[in-house]
């Protein structure tokens, strides 16, 4: 550092946006002009408000940046339409970011995507650089063209430099270890963090002169054993690498209330999720010594009165969001689909809580396909259904609960539903697989069924803890599956692609522990799967033929006009809410929630 004299700079920054343009829930519930008046959290309305507030009381005090650490994108109707609006990063841009960087879910729509959207962006002239240090898209893959040309133009780049109130920053950008794991990265490949960052220490040390080097790290913190937040690779890096003065961090979605200091000087700050907080770091350089004088997380709600030309923008790009995501099948942004007599949550932690939700969801997914299972995971469910005021839950609310990934026979948004055949010992193998939970992300892989219950003990051997496995529902009664091998009966099984993905590879994560095979109804392995990768981290392969061929065997395909259409995750759900009985004449179907509703398919034994 070689800033004379004593400086005093502000960051304020966010992290894990995932396109929460509009408060969180339910959506009708939201005034971003009129305080005192709703319960929603976040908006960029009113995050542009608060942006605009904080610089303007700092600005005397020093240098002010605004950052944000990536994932900004996928979550919501308005990542759906990423590719076509280029809409998160435009409105980063009319905030006033001075940089973001990439997190895993930027490339849910594949790297081809990703420059699509960046390239609408950078089109309209709105875009903040985006500095990615260890996402590597060099090669001759057609679907790298588009990220290579934007690096060209310096668009996305390794490393930026800038010289504000006396001090000059050096800003680099990683994705996270742990994130790359669930990156759907194709082929663009992701070096290893920490390696990348002392070579951009050293570059911007060295040959850019810079006073403070900040990193923008996308790789979550974790607690230890005293329950404080001392893991995580965005503490990992700064451990690793004592050239970086702050980590700007993200991912596991953590509001840290305070900074994490490491080796005695470098924060490590992360804000949360969705745009519920701002955070507002502010530090003190003077010689070679950095100081942190306050942290605080400012939060995102009903008292702040929202940016009028932020929401016209936002409503701008609500009509295209109808058109490229929704119309085809017959839905709009804002339609209202039913009432939610009470808050249904997705909390990965608190499993009964989350049941209602779950149960809602699996069964639309049996019903839409009429398999003899239907299965996901927690963190496949995005967000919960808040009843707010009036309980209504629109379009915009319920796709946010299935917001992952795209189709393949249709490329728009949203995972399709994939079928196929599995023994019982195979059913078994796939429980056994998502009841190993991960520390780092408590909750997630938990699993949620249809049609079928089973009983687990955790207390007994990892990958033998399934003690039972029933399918049937309470109309039709349970009966008990053989899961020992002997049998080789097979059960119809429906699952969203983006699970699919990680069931086929379950082999290869356990290294041939847990074996399954998907098959057809005659017992036939799929042959249609992409190549299987030795190290699935990169992408796992699908259920699925190459994109733009069908194999019905694999994909709930419905035909209609001579053309084929997938069923989408959120599509099943938003049927199936339709289909509920309605009470009142011109009203809407109540969500249940009643005993059956929240019936326990999980069932802790031991």
Not at 115 to 126: E, Y
Not at 198 to 210: C, I, W
Request: aromatic content about 6%.
């Amino acid at each position: 550092m070689a800033a004379e004299g004593k400086k005093t700079f502000t960051i304020l920054h966010t992290n894990d946006l995932h396109s929460n343009f509009i408060g969180l829930g339910p959506a009708s519930d939201y005034t971003p002009f009129s305080t005192g008046d709703d319960k929603t959290l976040g908006g960029y309305a009113r995050l542009a408000a608060l942006i605009r507030q904080r610089k303007e009381a700092r600005q005397g005090l020093g240098a002010v940046l605004i950052l944000d650490d990536g994932d900004y994108s996928m979550g919501t109707a308005f990542g759906g339409a990423t590719r076509e609006t280029g809409a998160e990063l435009q409105l980063l841009s009319r905030m006033g970011y001075d940089a973001t960087t990439f997190g895993n879910h930027e490339f849910d729509f594949g790297p081809d995507g990703l420059g699509q959207s960046i390239g609408v962006a950078a089109k309209a002239g709105h875009v903040p650089p985006i500095v990615a240090s260890n996402t590597n898209f060099d090669g001759t893959d057609a679907t790298l063209a588009d990220l290579q040309r934007l690096a060209k133009d310096g668009v996305i780049r390794r490393h930026l430099v800038i010289e504000r109130g006396g001090v000059r920053f050096g800003i680099f950008g990683l994705l996270g270890k742990e994130a790359g794991v669930y990156t759907q990265g194709g082929a663009a490949s992701f070096p290893d963090a920490i390696e990348t960052a002392k070579d951009m220490v050293n570059v911007l040390h060295e040959k850019e002169k810079v006073d403070v080097v900040i990193c923008l790290s996308h790789g979550g913190v974790a607690r230890g054993k005293d329950g404080k937040f001392t893991g995580g690779d965005d503490v990992r890096v700064a451990e690793a690498v004592p050239g970086i003065d702050v980590v700007i961090g993200g991912h596991s979605h953590t509001a840290l209330q305070d900074a994490i200091i490491v080796n005695g000087r470098t924060p490590v700050v992360q804000a949360g999720k969705y745009g519920q907080n701002l955070g507002e770091l502010v530090i003190t350089v003077d010689g070679g010594k950095l100081t942190v004088e306050s942290y605080q997380l400012h939060p995102i709600d009903d008292t702040i009165a929202g940016d009028r030309a932020i929401t016209d923008e936002i409503n701008g790009y609500k009509k295209t969001v109808t058109k490229v995501v929704f119309a085809s099948r017959g839905y709009s942004i804002d339609q209202p689909l039913a009432v939610a007599p009470q808050d249904l949550p997705n909390t990965f932690t608190d499993i009964a809580a989350g049941t209602p939700l779950a149960n809602l969801v699996t069964d639309s997914f049996r019903k839409a396909t009429n398999a003899d299972i239907a299965i996901t995971a927690n963190a496949m469910m995005r967000a919960g259904l808040t009843r707010g005021k009036s309980g209504v839950q629109t379009v915009y609310d319920v796709f946010a609960v299935a917001p992952l990934g795209a189709g393949i026979v249709d490329t728009t948004a949203g995972s399709a539903l994939v079928t196929a055949y599995f023994t019982g010992q195979e059913l078994k193998h796939m429980l056994e697989f998502l009841l190993v939970d991960n520390p780092t992300h408590p909750g997630e892989t938990f699993p949620r069924t249809s049609g079928m219950r089973f009983r687990y003990d955790m207390s007994r051997p990892m990958f033998d803890v399934v003690t039972a496995i029933e399918i049937g529902d309470l109309d039709h009664g349970y009966r008990a599956i053989d899961i020992t091998g002997k049998e080789e009966r097979l059960y119809c099984l429906t699952c969203p692609l983006f699970f699919g993905k990680i069931v086929v590879a379950i082999p290869t994560y356990t290294k041939g522990k847990l074996t399954l095979v998907p098959k057809n109804k005659e017992g036939q392995p799929l042959k249609a799967k992409t190549e299987l990768l030795d190290d699935p981290r990169g992408d796992t392969p699908d259920l699925l033929p190459p994109p733009g061929t069908v194999d019905k065997s694999s994909v709930d395909a419905m035909t209609e006009g001579g053309a084929v259409r997938e069923i989408k995750e959120w599509q099943a759900v938003m049927d199936y809410l339709r289909s509920l009985p309605i009470k009142t004449k011109g009203g809407l179907p109540m969500i249940p929630v009643d005993e059956r509703a929240s019936e326990v398919r999980a069932i802790k034994v031991g």
